[in-house]
């Protein structure tokens, strides 16, 4: 996914975020679009330093100058503004990635969005 999903539909896409976790499924919906509007409007802002040290924690799992690696976009951080991070996953990789991810972002005290299932996971 490159700058709100230019490149949706040729990867399996995911969206962190600094903040609350959304009650409920029209929060978490309400709470992507907003994001999106967001990098549509990019400022340049800098990506949150949680979003870096997550990205930093993805890439020790599989780095991206590996033989094999399961990133859509290099380096993986580069389409994180501010509080948003949306990167994408090459399509072989997304079962065990996209688990895996969620699963870190719950540990970095993140949300993690699934907008090709429209809902918040883990």
């Known amino acids: 996914m490159s700058r709100a999903g230019i490149i949706l539909g040729m990867s399996y896409d995911l969206v962190v975020w600094v903040g609350e976790r959304p ?30 040290a997550y990205a930093d924690a993805l890439l020790e799992r599989w780095p991206a100058d590996a033989r094999v690696s399961p990133w859509v976009v290099e380096p993986l951080i580069s389409d994180a503004v501010g ?35 429209g809902r918040l996971r883990p």
């Open 23 to 52: 009650d409920d499924a029209d929060a978490a919906d309400a709470k992507y679009d907003e994001l999106m509007e967001l990098l549509e409007s990019d400022d340049g802002s800098p990506a949150n330093p949680r979003l870096v």
């Open 83 to 117: 509080d948003v991070f949306p990167f994408g996953v090459q399509f072989e990789h997304a079962e065990v990635v996209a688990s895996y991810a969620a699963g870190l972002a719950i540990k970095h005290g993140l949300v993690c969005y699934d907008p090709q299932e």
